[in-house]
């Protein structure tokens, strides 16, 4: 590896785990469209999937109906931030290398709002140089697209960049980036 000088970061799952507050969220939301699942249910089969696939699998296929849904767990979702633990030596760890010139993104398939919401409750904005969603790329994880974006967009190349991912997809998407990745497991 050359010399660090970009760290790509997950979200949810990898730099913060929002398992919990996401399930509730979701729960509280399919519940208003008289859908229901555990929160079991959630984190074991429908975590990590982005919101239009994971509302089809539910059986909500109207796009309209989607973006309903989507828009009110995004307004439900600070009901449950509570419940939110931040990958602390993770956190400190991006920020020593910062004082070193080193840039922090996020890089993730979630929605913007729900991140920048996030962030905004663990007072993470100033620590991070830029952020890649989901929607900001054509091609998802497990495509390296939302990688090599935040790469282009720092100018830096992938044996200067390392990345850090939880999921199969973003693991997926790191190795197709050509960068080196840490996987990361959080309990």
Request: with cysteine; charged share 25%.
């Amino acid at each position: 590896m050359a010399q660090l000088k970009l760290i790509l970061l997950d979200f949810d799952g990898t730099l913060v785990d929002t398992r919990e507050a996401n399930a509730l969220a979701y729960i509280a939301t399919l519940k208003e469209a008289n859908i229901h699942i555990t929160k079991e249910e959630y984190l074991s089969r429908y975590f990590g999937v982005r919101c239009p696939e994971f509302m089809r699998m539910v059986g909500v296929s109207a796009p309209e109906r989607i973006k309903h849904l989507r828009q009110r767990k995004v307004e439900l979702y600070p009901n449950y931030f509570s419940t939110v633990k931040l990958n602390e030596p993770l956190w400190a760890w991006c920020q020593m290398q910062r004082t070193t010139g080193v840039k922090v993104w996020i890089v993730s398939t979630g929605h913007r709002d729900n991140i920048a919401n996030v962030m905004q409750y663990l007072k993470l904005e100033s620590g991070i140089d830029g952020i890649i969603c989901g929607d900001d790329v054509e091609h998802p994880k497990p495509y390296p697209d939302c990688f090599l974006k935040a790469m282009e967009s720092e100018g830096v190349s992938p044996s200067e960049t390392i990345i850090f991912e939880d999921s199969a997809v973003g693991i997926e998407a790191a190795r197709r980036s050509g960068a080196t990745y840490s996987i990361i497991k959080m309990d």
